[in-house]
């Protein structure tokens, strides 16, 4: 693997946050040993930020929404997505999928101090096995952000499972983009971003520095139009 790159901000204005859960668990993060004890392994800022307004800029403001997220970890970037769409005012439901049960529990915790646990429904599980009963109960998805094992099957896998249930317009969010393997090794999100594109499935746009280790978030749409 090549040396990590970290682009999780710690000064910046915690009022950003758009939810009071978060600013409590930020509030006196400063370093990467202090946010993996608070936080986890989320996203951090500014990817938070990213993930809520393209959320809130991306669902149908005339209905109601489904967002589906894989890798919980302990629920930030769950309450970003909820608050995104509880925002948005017209109901519906966030599922969020996390392999490990005791995290999942201090998800859930965070979660219902954020107040949006009416919003968030919760499943424990690999997501090659839940997602697909899930999908079964879901007729579509306006927007998926794959951020759980980031082996470059597992990221392909996810893709593939949610493709056929995405609505007209929906965003897929990929966390983990930067291409930190060497040749040899596992191209992990980077490789399965690229087997999307050369298969011609869609279109990317790529932002490097956002995210920690490893850093880069790349927005996937079938068609802007």
Same mark, same amino acid.
């Given at each position: 693997?090549?040396?990590?790159?970290?682009?999780?901000?710690?000064?910046?204005?915690?009022?950003?946050?758009?939810?009071?859960?978060?600013?409590?668990?930020?509030?006196?993060?400063?370093?990467?040993?202090?946010?993996?004890?608070?936080?986890?392994?989320?996203?951090?800022?500014?990817?938070? /930020?990213?993930?809520?307004?393209?959320?809130?800029?991306?669902?149908?403001?005339?209905?109601?929404?489904?967002?589906?997220?894989? /890798?919980?970890?302990?629920?930030?970037?769950?309450?970003?997505?909820?608050?995104?769409?509880?925002?948005? /005012?017209?109901?519906?439901?966030?599922?969020?999928?996390?392999?490990?049960?005791?995290?999942?529990?201090?998800?859930?915790?965070?979660?219902?101090?954020?107040?949006?646990?009416?919003?968030?429904?919760?499943?424990?599980?690999?997501?090659?096995?839940?997602?697909?009963?899930?999908?079964?109960?879901?007729?579509?998805?306006?927007?998926?952000?794959?951020?759980?094992?980031? @082996?470059?099957?597992?990221?392909?896998?996810?893709?593939?499972?949610?493709?056929?249930?995405?609505?007209?317009?929906?965003?897929?969010?990929?966390?983990?983009?930067?291409?930190?393997?060497?040749?040899?090794?596992?191209?992990?999100?980077?490789?399965?971003?690229?087997?999307?594109?050369?298969?011609?499935?869609?279109?990317?746009?790529?932002?490097?520095?956002?995210?920690?280790?490893?850093?880069?978030?790349?927005?996937?749409?079938? @068609?802007?139009?």
């Amino acid at each position: 693997m090549k040396d990590p790159r970290f682009y999780r901000m710690y000064d910046y204005d915690r009022a950003l946050l758009p939810n009071k859960r978060l600013r409590e668990l930020e509030a006196d993060v400063h370093d990467l040993e202090t946010a993996r004890q608070r936080t986890g392994a989320s996203i951090g800022y500014p990817g938070w /930020g990213l993930i809520y307004q393209l959320a809130l800029c991306s669902l149908d403001p005339d209905r109601v929404n489904t967002l589906i997220e894989t /890798g919980t970890n302990h629920g930030c970037s769950s309450i970003v997505l909820a608050q995104a769409l509880a925002d948005r /005012g017209q109901g519906g439901v966030l599922h969020t999928i996390e392999i490990d049960a005791e995290v999942a529990e201090i998800a859930r915790a965070n979660i219902q101090d954020a107040g949006l646990e009416a919003v968030v429904q919760q499943h424990v599980g690999a997501s090659r096995e839940v997602l697909p009963q899930l999908l079964d109960e879901i007729t579509q998805i306006d927007l998926a952000f794959l951020d759980g094992s980031h @082996a470059q099957v597992d990221a392909l896998g996810e893709f593939e499972l949610v493709l056929p249930k995405l609505a007209a317009g929906a965003l897929v969010i990929f966390d983990n983009t930067y291409a930190i393997a060497e040749p040899h090794e596992d191209q992990r999100v980077y490789g399965a971003l690229n087997e999307i594109l050369t298969r011609g499935e869609g279109h990317v746009i790529n932002l490097p520095y956002v995210s920690w280790y490893t850093p880069g978030v790349a927005i996937w749409q079938r @068609a802007p139009f």
